[in-house]
T-cell receptor
């Protein structure tokens, strides 16, 4: 059973507007979350992360919000640019020393010019 | 810069062939991982390794095996390729942090 879920397989937004990508998780023991971005025919690249001791982390146009009581996190991109069009995965580390991550199914973001 | 490289970007094989996918990292990662990515299914873990000669099954190990004879190299083996193994294969490495560093991926097509 997936412990990290992205229920929207796709999202389209206009250039310059805000993109909001959502992620839900089931395991209340998760204390760290990561977002990866993936272009076609390339490997995922790390985008931004958040620790459970925070409810917000910001890096330029990207902000991740964490709502622990709702077991929900979201990635906000403002303003959205056509180059942001990619698949976005949220992920959480599993317990254990092997640094294993569990990933959501991904959301394809398309930013329309 | 962290570097994870994969031996092929695109590969076409026939059903029943033995297929080797190679992954090499230059960051001294203890942990290495093999995933496959399919539309709507995200990244699914096939196998991982936390040390030389050590391996653990992930969520979907059936039809695959791995080899880690050296710390920097982690190989994924399809013993007898089947059409349902057509996919994007991604290798990654990780060590001291939660972040994993991915290679560029191998798009495998099995005919």
């Amino acid at each position: 059973d997936q412990q990290v879920k992205q229920n929207s397989p796709s999202l389209s937004v206009q250039e310059g507007r805000i993109s909001i990508l959502n992620c839900d998780y089931t395991n209340s023991m998760f204390d760290y979350f990561l977002w990866y971005k993936k272009y076609p025919a390339e490997g995922p690249t790390f985008l931004i992360s958040i620790s459970s001791i925070k409810d917000k982390n910001e890096d330029g146009r990207f902000t991740v919000f964490l709502n622990k009581s709702a077991k929900h996190l979201s990635l906000h991109i403002v303003p959205s640019q056509p180059g942001d069009s990619a698949v976005y995965f949220c992920a959480a580390p599993l317990s254990g020393s092997a640094r294993q991550l569990t990933f959501g199914s991904g959301t394809q973001l398309t930013v329309l010019p | 810069d962290v570097k994870v490289t994969q031996s092929s970007r695109y590969l076409v094989k026939r059903t029943g062939e033995k297929v080797f996918l190679e992954c090499v990292q230059d960051m001294d990662h203890e942990n290495m991982f093999w995933y496959r990515q399919d539309p709507g299914l995200g990244l699914r873990l096939i196998y991982f390794s936390y040390d030389v000669k050590m391996k653990e099954k992930g969520d979907i190990p059936e039809g695959y095996s791995v080899s880690r004879e050296k710390k920097e190299r982690f190989s994924l083996i399809l013993e007898s390729a089947s059409t349902n193994q057509t996919s994007m294969y991604l290798c990654s490495g990780a060590s001291g942090s939660n972040e994993q560093f991915f290679g560029p991926g191998t798009r495998l097509t099995v005919l």
